[in-house]
């Protein structure tokens, strides 16, 4: 059984920092690409960063300069590191973790946690 289990999320004022995390079960974690996706209220979900089985990652251009996505496969943990935060970075933070060789409806999901920037 896969589990992706998000923990970090919370208040905090603008300009300050979170670190999320993720820990997975149930995959072969260094293996797998890991992802932290966002929904805002009325909005889409949306990517936020993605990082490769070999530490190659990719961002929002929103979040550049800002998030930094990090793993230890030793932990089979993923982290995001937000810096700089934004209200509108507000939303509802979800780990993601695709399966190969299958369609974006297969991907496992964490169930999110919320994080909320006071402006």
């Known amino acids: 059984q896969v589990q992706l289990v998000e923990s970090g999320g919370g208040l905090v004022q603008a300009g300050g920092s979170l670190r999320l995390s993720c820990a997975a079960s149930?995959?072969?974690?260094?293996?797998?690409?890991m992802g932290w996706y966002r929904q805002a209220p009325g909005k889409q979900r949306e990517l936020v960063a993605r990082i490769g089985r070999f530490g190659n990652t990719n961002y929002a251009d929103s979040v550049k300069g800002r998030f930094t996505i990090s793993r230890d496969d030793a932990k089979n943990t993923v982290y995001l590191q937000m810096n700089s935060l934004k209200s509108e970075d507000t939303a509802i933070y979800y780990c993601?973790?695709?399966?190969?060789?299958?369609?974006?409806?297969?991907?496992?999901w964490g169930q999110g946690t919320q994080v909320t920037v006071s402006s």
């Open positions: 149930g995959i072969i974690f260094s293996d797998s690409v």
């Open positions: 993601n973790s695709p399966r190969y060789g299958l369609g974006p409806e297969y991907d496992y």
